[in-house]
């Protein structure tokens, strides 16, 4: 187990958009992928962002033209030096989003007659084809342009690098692809043999109703019967062709839809039917880009509609794309806050957005955080990385324990009206009960329960068993699902653990991996947790994923302190050999400190630049650094003390940092801290008598972009502007602070009889 832990499979690393939207110049490329490597990605997603994509809203300077023969030469430098490198690589199916188009040529090579089409009150209307605007897009409804965007992309791709396909190239990610909508639900979208369908499986005439359909007064069995339709075309004649052709390739097809979040918005966003869309890929995800998850936040449950669906197939993975505008306030704690509400969720292969080969002119204000050495925290990033590779080994071994189901009600959403509204209500107050109670469940809907089986009283469905069904009342279950539901002797929801006390914002998962069991803890509350929590496996211990250390506990229960927003592996089937250290302070350090900047990442004329500076060092005060930096200073800055001391055996504990911190002593490196608790053993360097301490503390690149006139710059000089600029803008303001808050303190590690961490494990010798 250690050694894959150590280093896991570079498929289950956190990936990155790496955004293909300047010069694919060799040498750029190649030192940007080697940039990830020093950092500990070990997997990336190439994603091109050609010109033709959205011309005016995402200017883009991607040079060869995509997909062209220049295009796929520059495209081979990434992959061989992905090989070199040890990397794993995605290949993204699209030149911008929704996945269909190939940038518009799909639609180009067929014309009117594969557009989108939609029947209104004034009869059958076309999508206009406007690519100064946006690469017009082709019907999903039908099944040519789906093969034609097949031979246009994924084709190419094999051609060229064929003999990677199930190697280096695991996944294909598929993005937002969708059917025909354009936000009016009264335009109902279409294909010209849609009536015919219609008529053949579900036995009644379609036009008699076409009228009261557009203007929403249809019967709702009609309006169900209806989006029933289109859902299934949509994944018969798009999804399952592109699943088709990458199982025959010996890659997994993956991706995620629009709007999971909101499944009640089917039409709107043009995914259909959320699971049964999820279902025909190999990969299942979902996306959290808008900061629909973020600490404090009414989050909802909808990473549950990606795992249910891996987790009913039998399959290991489930996807998320995260961040992307989330802004570049980001703080670690927020970033490792997204990453486990997704792991807890069962949602355990991530890709992170975005590193981009240019940031030059208008890029550099599209959507963000920017990632990459531009952003102050990217040096630290190794240790978020590993983990989270660490967290997603553990969280795809074995078999997922999940005792309970929810019923997911497509058919009243797709009702409209006071139904859809009830059934939004009843979901999400069921979805929250049962995490709040460690309740974890799967979602199931009516295209799975008509194939469930009922077997030693559990619920079988696919690959899951479950004791449990939550049924929100419901008027529209087909008789094969009402059938099971009567059938079953549902017990009450099965939590994974008990609490004392109750802990409602306590998250719980949990897998059965042989003899032993892997529970996966999250606190998602702004507050310290004190519980006791009892397993019913014995005995257990704590894996810590920074060092890998196996603590004992007291089984089967213990008491367990979450750190705000902290998490926790707890394995059983095992002892622990170590005991678990307790930090006790014995001293503060209260200076005097001395402040100086280091480097500075600023926003210049056309992108950002990192300057050294060369100012001296100035008397500061613990806390917020701007009276000394300024209010607008993105970067690195170090602060430096002397104490004394008799002792050769102490720890260090830095308190609050805003936001990462590296510790010198002595001129001995000793290591880094991406998030609190930071705590560094002294005993390396530690001297009895005059010690130097030296703490580079970096904050986010949000201050930059906050700087005077920036705002300004942007509106000027880069019209229009993004439509991401607004909504970025008002989440950086949440992180504009830096510096040490400490309090800064010397004690030991008591109660425990570990050696000291092997900072060579956790790759933090890397020179300033």
Not at 73 to 86: D, M, N, Q, S, T
Not at 207 to 217: F, M, Q, S, V
Not at 340 to 362: E, P, Q
Not at 552 to 576: D, I, Q, V
């Amino acid at each position: 187990m250690k050694g894959n832990l150590i280093s896991p499979p570079a498929e289950l690393c956190p990936a990155y958009f790496w955004y293909l939207n300047g010069p694919m110049e060799p040498a750029v490329l190649r030192k940007q992928l080697r940039e990830m490597a020093a950092q500990g990605v070990r997997n990336v997603c190439p994603h091109p962002w050609p010109h033709g994509f959205r011309p005016n809203r995402h200017p883009s300077f991607l040079t060869p033209d995509y997909l062209t023969d220049e295009y796929f030469a520059c495209y081979r430098v990434i992959v061989e030096e992905c090989r070199k490198l040890g990397m794993s690589c995605y290949l993204y199916d699209e030149g911008g989003w929704p996945s269909g188009s190939a940038c518009g040529k799909v639609r180009a090579f067929g014309g009117d007659k594969w557009a989108p089409m939609f029947q209104t009150d004034h009869g059958l209307e076309i999508s206009p084809a406007v690519p100064e605007e946006a690469a017009p897009l082709p019907n999903s409804l039908m099944r040519a342009p789906t093969k034609k965007f097949l031979e246009l992309t994924h084709e190419a791709y094999f051609r060229h690098f064929g003999k990677d396909f199930g190697g280096m190239f695991r996944y294909a990610f598929m993005d937002e692809p969708q059917i025909p909508r354009d936000g009016d639900p009264h335009r109902l979208a279409w294909c010209p043999d849609l009536p015919e369908q219609f008529r053949k499986r579900y036995g009644y005439e379609l036009e008699k109703h076409l009228g009261a359909l557009i203007e929403g007064t249809a019967p709702e069995s009609v309006k169900i019967d209806f989006q029933d339709l289109i859902s299934k075309l949509f994944v018969e004649r798009f999804l399952l062709p592109i699943r088709a052709w990458c199982r025959k390739h010996h890659i997994l097809s993956g991706g995620h839809f629009g709007g999971e979040d909101e499944p009640e918005r089917a039409v709107c966003h043009g995914h259909g039917h959320i699971m049964r869309s999820l279902r025909a890929l190999d990969l299942p995800g979902v996306d959290a880009i808008w900061r629909q998850v973020f600490p404090g936040k009414e989050n909802r449950q909808f990473p549950k509609f990606a795992s249910s669906v891996a987790h009913q197939a039998g399959r290991k993975q489930a996807l998320a794309e995260i961040f992307a505008v989330y802004g570049n306030g980001l703080t670690p704690e927020q970033r490792e806050f997204l990453i486990d509400y997704m792991l807890v969720r069962g949602v355990n292969t991530l890709v992170l957005s975005k590193i981009a080969i240019t940031n030059r002119k208008h890029f550099i204000f599209g959507c963000r955080p920017h990632f990459g050495p531009v952003d102050p925290l990217w040096k630290y990033s190794r240790i978020l990385h590993e983990k989270t590779a660490r967290a997603a080994w553990l969280l795809t071994r074995g078999t997922p324990v999940v005792p309970n189901a929810l019923y997911f009600d497509m058919r009243s959403l797709w009702a409209g009206g006071e139904s859809a509204e009830k059934a939004t209500r009843d979901r999400r107050k069921l979805a929250d009960s049962l995490m709040q109670t460690q309740c974890d469940f799967d979602f199931v809907d009516d295209d799975a329960l008509e194939k469930a089986k009922i077997r030693n009283g559990l619920l079988q469905v696919g690959r899951m068993r479950y004791k449990s069904l939550s049924m929100p009342d419901s008027r529209f279950l087909p008789e094969k699902v009402r059938a099971v539901v009567e059938k079953f002797a549902s017990a009450a929801p099965v939590p994974l653990l008990k609490t004392e006390p109750a802990a409602p914002m306590l998250r719980v998962c949990k897998r059965k991996w042989g003899r032993r069991t892997i529970y996966f803890c999250v606190n998602e509350g702004p507050e310290a947790l004190d519980v006791t929590l009892t397993l019913p496996e014995s005995p257990v211990l704590h894996l810590d994923l920074n060092d890998l250390s196996e603590y004992r506990l007291t089984s089967p229960s213990f008491r367990w302190h979450f750190e705000p927003l902290g998490s926790a592996f707890f394995l059983t089937g095992k002892e622990g050999k170590k005991e678990l250290p307790r930090f006790v302070p014995e001293e503060e350090l209260r200076g005097p400190w001395t402040l100086k900047p280091i480097r500075r990442h600023i926003v210049a004329e056309s992108d950002f630049e990192i300057r050294s500076c060369h100012e001296k060092a100035v008397p500061a005060e613990l806390g917020d650094w701007a009276p000394v930096l300024g209010r607008d200073f993105s970067g690195d800055a170090v602060y430096r003390t002397v104490f004394h001391t008799k002792r050769t055996d102490l720890v260090l504990e830095l308190g609050k940092v805003c936001f990462c911190a590296s510790v010198t002593l002595n001129k001995v490196k000793l290591g880094s801290g991406f998030r609190a608790p930071f705590r560094f053993p002294l005993a390396p360097a530690l001297k009895k008598g005059r010690n130097v301490l030296e703490i580079i503390v970096s904050n986010t690149l949000a201050n930059a972009l906050a700087a005077p006139g920036v705002d300004e710059r942007i509106s000027n000089t880069f019209p229009p502007r993004s439509p991401y600029e607004t909504r970025q803008r008002e989440f950086e303001k949440d992180s504009l602070t830096g510096g040490l808050f400490g309090p800064v303190r010397l004690g030991r590690e008591a109660g425990s009889s570990v050696a000291l961490r092997a900072l060579e494990d956790m790759g933090m010798r890397d020179e300033r």
